[in-house]
């Protein structure tokens, strides 16, 4: 059936991480042998599947709202009779399998992170009306295993998991609970992935991980970055997200010596303040996360470094609130991510004393995003007047125009033909806005 039209429709949802962005494509890739197409609406799919986050109280509780109005769906398509099958898969079905059936009894099946790939077999069962619903608890070595390695890749940049789970036990965090402990691909499986899809168009690969840098095959991620350097077609190399604890001397050094290493680091310290650190358990203080960024900065002086910041976690004072500020003005960030403290159930920190106030909350988000926003803008428009090799991703939004990403991640929109989609050029900046630059070919023949 691998071969033949889709005859049923997959509507798949994904919230969260890259990691379940690259999840959802292999749900996708395991689902078509059994005749499922991708539709890009809910309400003439056979099967939807949400691929959940858990990581914010905000997002599961957007969950449960979007399954309200996928149950309406569901009962229109039976009243008109056919059938739908709900799927919730990812970290809230982990964490919150048999709550998600009591809570939600329109849901048919609960894939944890680690199970999608018994998808086949668990829709199969539901068919047939009888078997289990709930499957949360598979080692990452059999959904690996199971996992066909040819993709079918959309565009020309791809995400390719290379590390699952977490051991650093961040008092915030429940990946620990609901990926499990850090275990890494073998190397073999990882290259042979890269290699179809870089024989399938891709230039860009994005090496995905709960803590990446924690990659523990044969050389660690230095090592696999050498290896995929080395395949034909593969011209970018990119990997998130990192822990400060695991950037080794070695992958430091592939950054200076690799040219397919793009010079784009996302490197989450989290906070400026050491208490607050302490008490995240971060395995870091703020002075020795600049000094790894000052070692970064030597090895590859052209680097541009992304952070993820937590505003508002239990005990922050004014005063270590104003040292997260310090930290990021001596740093100079690129681009970051930011993030009110939110309660997670389960988690230490959730139990903490010295809970911050939303209000308070609220008021140091904006202080901190102006202070991001601002060092963003000025990284955007140092580019203005320099050539930087851009991949074309796409045709952009206008008649005639072209999206592509430069070495720093950032968005680049130029007039150009389409047969340049595929192709790194050269381009020469003109324009720089918060979110993107815009500029003309560096070409004669373009």
């Not at 990812?90 to 709550?99: K, L, P, S, T, Y």
Request: hydrophobic share 40%; aromatic share 6%.
């Amino acid at each position: 059936m691998t071969g033949s039209a889709p005859t049923k429709r997959l509507f798949i949802k994904t919230y969260g991480c890259q990691m379940n962005v690259y999840d959802s494509e292999r749900m996708a890739d395991v689902l078509a042998p059994l005749g499922y197409g991708v539709t890009s609406t809910p309400e003439d799919a056979d099967l939807v599947v949400l691929n959940t986050c858990h990581i914010r109280e905000k997002a599961t509780e957007k969950v449960y709202s979007e399954l309200g109005q996928i149950k309406l769906m569901k009962q229109a398509r039976a009243q008109a009779g056919g059938k739908m099958t709900i799927a919730v898969a990812g970290c809230v079905a982990q964490a919150e399998g048999e709550q998600i059936m009591l809570r939600q009894p329109a849901v048919d099946l609960v894939v944890g992170p680690q199970a999608y790939h018994q998808l086949p077999e668990l829709i199969a069962r539901a068919h047939r009306a009888r078997g289990e619903r709930l499957a949360a608890d598979f080692a990452a070595d059999e959904k690996f295993d199971a996992l066909p390695v040819a993709r079918n890749p959309d565009g020309v940049t791809a995400f390719l998991t290379v590390q699952e789970g977490c051991d650093k036990f961040c008092t915030f965090c429940v990946v620990p609970y609901t990926r499990g402990g850090e275990w890494s691909r073998p190397v073999e499986t990882i290259l042979a992935e890269a290699r179809d899809l870089a024989a399938k168009g891709v230039r860009e690969v994005t090496l995905l991980g709960q803590n990446v840098n924690a990659y523990a095959g044969e050389g660690g991620l230095a090592g696999l970055a050498r290896q995929l350097a080395q395949i034909e077609g593969l011209d970018r190399i990119r990997y998130t997200t990192s822990h400060p604890a695991d950037m080794d001397d070695a992958l430091i050094e592939a950054h200076a010596e690799l040219p397919q290493l793009m010079p784009y680091l996302h490197l989450p310290v989290q906070a400026g303040s050491d208490k607050i650190l302490k008490a995240m358990n971060r395995a870091h203080t703020a002075e020795s996360y600049l000094r790894l960024v000052e070692k970064i900065r030597a090895a590859r002086p052209d680097i541009a470094m992304s952070g993820d910041f937590i505003v508002g976690f239990p005990g922050e004072r004014d005063a270590d609130f104003e040292a997260t500020l310090s930290l990021v003005r001596e740093v100079g960030y690129a681009a970051s991510f930011t993030f009110k403290y939110s309660r997670r159930p389960g988690t230490p920190a959730a139990a903490l004393p010295g809970q911050v106030e939303e209000a308070v909350k609220d008021e140091r988000l904006a202080r901190l995003n102006a202070l991001i926003d601002e060092q963003q803008r000025a990284f955007n428009a140092a580019q203005v007047g320099k050539v930087l090799p851009v991949l074309f991703e796409k045709p952009g939004r206008h008649p005639g125009q072209l999206s592509g990403r430069s070495p720093y991640l950032q968005a680049v929109h130029v007039e150009g033909p389409e047969r340049l989609i595929g192709q790194i050029v050269p381009v020469r900046i003109e324009t720089a806005h918060k979110m993107s630059l815009a500029g003309v070919l560096e070409m004669e023949s373009a």
